[in-house]
C-alpha cells in the first residue's frame, strides 16, 4: 500500500529562521520555496535518503504530518477509510495531492 515515506510536513511560523537552522546549523540543502495562497513552504534535504523536510508556515507547532507515495492515491484512501481511517484535511505539494496521516 505504501511505496516509501517521501515528506515530513513539519511546522514553521517563522519560515525563514526554520530554512536558516535547518541549512546552516543542520547543514542541509534547500531545494524549493514557494508562496502560494498566503502560505510559505520549503523543501530541505538533511540527507541522501528520504524523507525530506517540509517546512511550512501555516500549520500548528504540534501538528507534524507525515506524507507517503502511494501509486493510486484514490484507492489507497479508500481502502483505508474502509478500515476506520480518520482522513484529515487533503493537500497540495509541489510534487501533487496529499492526503496526510
Not at 547543514?27 to 520555496?33: D, N, R, S, V, Y
Request: charged share 25%.
Amino acid at each position: 500500500m505504501f511505496e516509501s515515506l517521501d515528506f515530513l510536513y513539519v511546522p514553521a511560523p517563522n519560515i525563514q529562521e526554520s530554512i536558516r537552522y535547518y541549512t546552516k546549523v543542520l547543514a542541509g540543502e534547500l531545494l524549493w520555496k514557494i508562496h502560494a495562497y498566503g502560505v510559505w513552504v520549503a523543501c530541505i534535504r538533511l540527507s541522501d535518503k528520504q524523507p525530506y523536510f517540509l517546512l511550512a508556515d501555516h500549520i500548528e507547532r504540534k501538528d507534524l504530518k507525515m506524507i507517503y507515495r502511494v501509486s493510486n492515491l484514490e484507492n489507497v484512501a479508500s481502502e483505508l477509510r474502509a478500515r476506520g481511517w480518520r482522513e484529515e484535511k487533503s493537500l497540495e505539494i509541489p510534487n501533487g495531492p496529499c492526503m496526510p496521516s
